[in-house]
Structure formats: structure tokens, C-alpha cells
Nanobody, 126 residues
């Protein structure tokens, strides 16, 4: 079993940047595919980005492509989400997710991930 803890959220102005971190414990995260999802008030949880266990394959939602970058440091058991050019519509609680082994398709479905963090709030002001 792996435990996930997100950090790095906060309040930022539109056009600004934040870097979220997801620290994994309990098991080495190098054996896990990882993803980021977000959920705004009154909306369903939506896919943001995913990365394979090796870091060699990444996926992004169209809404964040070119602005967000997912990466991982397996030596630190940490996955990152670099968010640039933030928009008010990026405001949400951001969740880290993990699943043992290879990314399962479709990577955009929350049910493809067996482990979840508690989330970190990101608020983008206009």
C-alpha cells in the first residue's frame, strides 16, 4: 500500500505559477504509475496529467497542455505538477493518484487509480 500527500497549493494571480508535489510513502513509487486530477466545486473530478512509472510517457488534458508539466523523481518518491500561465478556471482541489504497475487505459478515468491523496487547494484569482 502507498500513501500519498500533496503539497504546494495556494493562492496565485492569473498568469502565475505553482508547483505541486506528491510525496509517496509506504512503497517505493517507482513501481507506480501516477496521475493528477482536480475537482472544482460542483463539478466532477477531472483528469489533469499522468506519467508512467519510468517517467517516459506522459499524458495531459487538452485544457492544460502546454501550460502544465508532470514529472517524477523516483529517488525522492515524489511526483510534481508544474503549473504555469494559470487561469481562474484552474481553481480546484488537486489530487494525486497512483496505481501499481503500468498506466492503465484510459488514463483519464479516476477508477484506473487505486490510491489517492487528500488533495491540495489551488486558487487562481483574476
Amino acid at each position: 500500500q502507498v500513501q500519498l500527500v500533496e503539497s504546494g497549493g495556494g493562492l496565485v494571480q492569473a498568469g502565475g505559477s505553482l508547483r505541486l508535489s506528491c510525496a509517496a510513502s509506504g512503497r517505493t513509487c517507482s513501481n507506480y504509475a501516477m496521475g493528477w486530477f482536480r475537482q472544482a466545486p460542483g463539478k466532477e473530478r477531472e483528469f489533469v496529467a499522468a506519467i508512467s512509472w519510468s517517467g517516459g510517457t506522459t499524458y495531459y488534458a487538452d485544457s492544460v497542455k502546454g501550460r502544465f508539466t508532470i514529472s517524477r523523481d523516483n529517488a525522492k518518491n515524489t511526483v510534481y505538477l508544474q503549473m504555469n500561465s494559470l487561469k481562474p478556471e484552474d481553481t480546484a482541489v488537486y489530487y494525486c493518484a497512483a496505481d501499481r504497475g503500468a498506466l492503465r487505459q484510459p488514463v483519464t478515468l479516476p477508477t484506473m487509480y487505486g490510491y489517492w491523496g487528500q488533495g491540495t487547494q489551488v486558487t487562481v484569482s483574476s
